[in-house]
């Protein structure tokens, strides 16, 4: 089963952690859609050996700035060229754009699980983000959410905001527990180049959270969502008991997905692909019946690196029968001194990282890979 996924870069603002392709010019909203449903009929063969679209995701970017009709004519596209019925389709949403109407919308379309970036559910911590919706807002979007019909909603966190005290991030992952939602996915705040974020750090303006507090958060989120029933299935992602995200499965058990949208990638098992991260470049390139793509062609080290960075994220890590004898050879021979420090560990015939692992997983990770 092939994921598909398309890339909304609308946004009514920008968020100062924000590094991913995104663009303020919403004009360009109707004919971006057009756009995105002519590179799906551009690309409506499946991948090799593929015969169904299983999962849908719509990221961004705020997909949720679209227009009803808008989101309408994408799935209605959808159904025509693949039909079926895929078993997830995620639509990512801000919670100040949450009406009953949008919910209503896209629950009519079959979407049946919803992303919300809550990120904190302090005011003055979400202002410094520069994010448009309230603590308030979060848990109102929950309640219209729930009252359309939603059985799996997700919500993302962030932790490590500069002053930030390890009781104010507890206080945050209770308050989202507390909203009853399935899913929560949570990330230490990155300073990216090119960020806002970025350059208030190299201005001094803020100062980041040190290294000690930043794991002690970790390790906190892991014990909490522990003790209120989620399984901590991914190194960010915790879910209820059949909840995990099916989609995001694609990108970490090596399933074929198609990308379509300006900036979207695209894996086909034997190449990955990327769109040119322009709207107008990519709107230009599609009017001609051309996609603006940039191919890069695995090799065996390279499909060996890529299972490391991507299966021995999750909870089953990596099975070592999956992987031919030269590579299962150096693989392990690799992970002998990551054994002995009790950061890995082969259990039934899985290699997977240990809770001590999950801290310095890029570390490990790092020691593992060919290149």
Not at 141 to 168: C, H, K, W
């Amino acid at each position: 089963m092939t994921g598909l996924y398309l890339h909304i870069p609308f946004c009514a603002s920008r968020c100062t952690y924000c590094a991913f392709y995104s663009t303020v010019r919403l004009s360009q909203r109707d004919r971006y859609v057009d756009a995105l449903c002519r590179e799906m009929e551009l690309r409506r063969a499946m991948p090799e050996g593929q015969t169904a679209i299983g999962t849908v995701y719509l990221g961004g970017g705020t997909p949720s700035r679209l227009s009803l009709s808008g989101l309408r004519k994408i799935f209605g596209r959808i159904r025509e060229l693949w039909g079926g019925s895929p078993e997830e389709i995620t639509v990512e949403c801000n919670p100040d754009d949450v009406t009953p109407a949008l919910a209503s919308t896209l629950a009519d379309e079959g979407v049946n699980r919803i992303s919300m970036g809550a990120q904190t559910f302090s005011d003055e911590r979400l202002r410094f983000l520069r994010r448009r919706h309230s603590a308030a807002e979060v848990e109102q979007a929950v309640r219209l959410l729930r009252d359309a019909g939603f059985g799996n909603i997700s919500i993302d966190l962030m932790f490590g905001f500069p002053d930030e005290t390890l009781a104010a991030w507890q206080a945050d992952i209770r308050r989202a527990v507390n909203l009853g939602v399935e899913h929560i996915s949570a990330y230490s705040l990155m300073y990216e180049e090119g960020t806002a974020l970025y350059r208030m750090r190299e201005e001094g303006k803020i100062r980041e959270t040190d290294e000690e507090l930043s794991l002690s958060m970790y390790a906190t989120l892991i014990d909490e969502l522990a003790e209120a029933g989620f399984e901590h299935y991914e190194i960010s992602n915790f879910a209820r008991p059949g909840y995990r995200s099916r989609h995001n499965a694609s990108y970490w058990q090596q399933i074929p997905y198609i990308g379509i949208g300006a900036a979207a990638h695209s894996y086909d098992l034997h190449a990955r692909s990327w769109n040119v991260s322009d709207i107008d470049r990519y709107m230009a390139a599609i009017g001609r019946d051309e996609i603006p793509a940039t191919h890069e062609y695995l090799d065996d080290d390279t499909r060996y690196d890529d299972l490391i960075t991507t299966a021995l994220r999750t909870r089953e890590g990596i099975r070592l029968d999956d992987l031919g004898p030269p590579y299962r050879e150096y693989l392990l021979a690799q992970a002998g001194k990551q054994i002995e420090r009790g950061t890995l560990i082969i259990d039934d015939g899985r290699l997977h990282l240990t809770r001590s692992g999950l801290f310095v997983s890029d570390l490990v990770m790092s020691e593992l890979m060919k290149v």
